[in-house]
């Protein structure tokens, strides 16, 4: 049988878990004239939820990950890349014809990929970006209005400190374009949308994806889970205990126990195995990560790891506070009631390798 699950890249279909609220919000910002803006850590399927109604909408769609680019003239190239993806060179060279900075475009023989760039310009860096930008407007007023997405949209302010406020400056006056605003780093995203000082305050209808419900995600798992095994609903409650439902993870966990299954009978002691089977195949990316981290801040996690409390740490409670709101930031934990780990896999390694890494 085919494996019913799927994790690692968008899914839709028969691949994707509920979120039926979800997808009517967005679908109501996208149909009307507002923009959205969709907060979440990494993984929790932004883009796939963002993909599916965009896809049901059936509009045009640019879409780019911010953590990509490199600078403001790469981004108006990758940009103006995924334009010409949707929409024929012979169609729009005239307004192209029109740009401020005319762009480098040059067709690979051997892959017949696009390769854009454009000639920086010290005194004129946004230039490019703005002409750039323009185009999407201008193409939305002779056909279905496009959808923007931008994501991990946070890190615009790493680009350049003036792009915020430049940009606001140009769409803010597009009324044929929809933007979506795609953001995992909640605190930073929060300054950019939030902050009466930041230029994009209130600039689109702010939503927060959650985790799915237990229940929702239950009964996505026993319904697919009981076609490989009769114990469907331990199994079902044992990756969810592990994952804490987060989306991801419980995509990846679910499939490799059917993996397992399909040559292996049920039993108690197997989740572990998956488990164990799963942190091995991640073994030596976690050992790279752990290497970065400084000493704080392996001492908070295994804190965390191993269920013991911060007072035995040894550390000034500001030091701790600072150390936890740096591993949030880096993405290594997620502040919900209390700080967690965003991947339960790495929690297991740690506490597997407790005694070698002391």
């Known amino acids: 049988m085919e494996n019913p ?19 009517r919000e967005v679908r109501r910002v996208l149909k009307s004239s507002n923009h959205l803006i969709l907060i979440s850590p990494r993984r929790f399927g932004k883009t796939s939820l963002v993909k599916k109604i965009t896809t049901e909408l059936n509009r045009p769609v640019i879409s780019l990950d911010l953590q990509l680019i490199t600078s403001v003239n790469d981004f108006a190239a990758q940009l103006l890349k995924q334009v010409l993806k949707i929409n024929k060179f012979e169609k729009i060279k005239h307004l192209i014809s029109s740009f401020h900075i005319a762009p480098t475009i040059e067709l690979n023989p051997l892959s017949n990929n696009v390769e854009i760039s454009f000639r920086p310009i010290a005194k004129a860096s946004f230039t490019a970006l703005e002409d750039v930008f323009n185009l999407i407007e201008k193409i939305g007023e002779k056909s279905k209005r496009p959808i923007v997405v931008l994501d991990e949209f946070q890190e615009m302010v790493s680009l350049d400190k003036h792009l915020l406020k430049q ?5 803010q006056h597009h009324k ?4 979506v605003f795609l953001g995992s780093l909640e605190s930073m995203m929060k300054t950019i949308f939030e902050s009466k000082k930041s230029p994009f305050y209130h600039f689109g209808y702010l939503m927060y994806l959650e985790k799915i419900p237990y229940s929702d995600f239950y009964e996505y798992l026993t319904q697919r889970l009981k076609k490989i095994t009769k114990k469907e609903k331990n199994l079902s ?3 969810l205990e592990f994952t ?5 993870y419980t995509q990846q966990l679910a499939y490799y126990c059917w993996e397992y299954l399909e040559c292996n009978e049920y039993a108690a ?3 572990n195995k998956v488990i ?18 400084n000493q704080i801040d392996k001492k908070v996690l295994i804190s965390l790891a191993t269920d013991e409390q911060f007072n035995v740490l040894s550390v000034a409670t500001s030091t701790i506070y600072s150390s936890l709101n740096r591993l949030t930031k880096k993405g290594y934990l997620v502040k919900n009631k209390t700080f967690e780990f965003d991947d339960p896999f790495f929690k297991y390694w740690i506490n597997s390798r407790r005694e070698f890494i002391l």
Request: charged content about 25%.
């Open 237 to 239: 409650k044992e990756i």
């Open 269 to 271: 002691e197997m989740p």
């Open 276 to 293: 164990a089977i799963i942190t091995g195949i991640h073994d030596t990316d976690y050992e790279r990560l752990w290497n970065t981290i």
């Open 176 to 179: 044929n374009v929809s933007y």
């Open 167 to 171: 940009l606001r400056s140009v769409i």
């Open 5 to 23: 699950f799927k994790f690692g890249t968008v899914v839709n279909n028969e691949h994707f878990t509920d979120r039926t609220n979800e997808q």
């Open 244 to 248: 804490n439902c987060h989306p991801y």
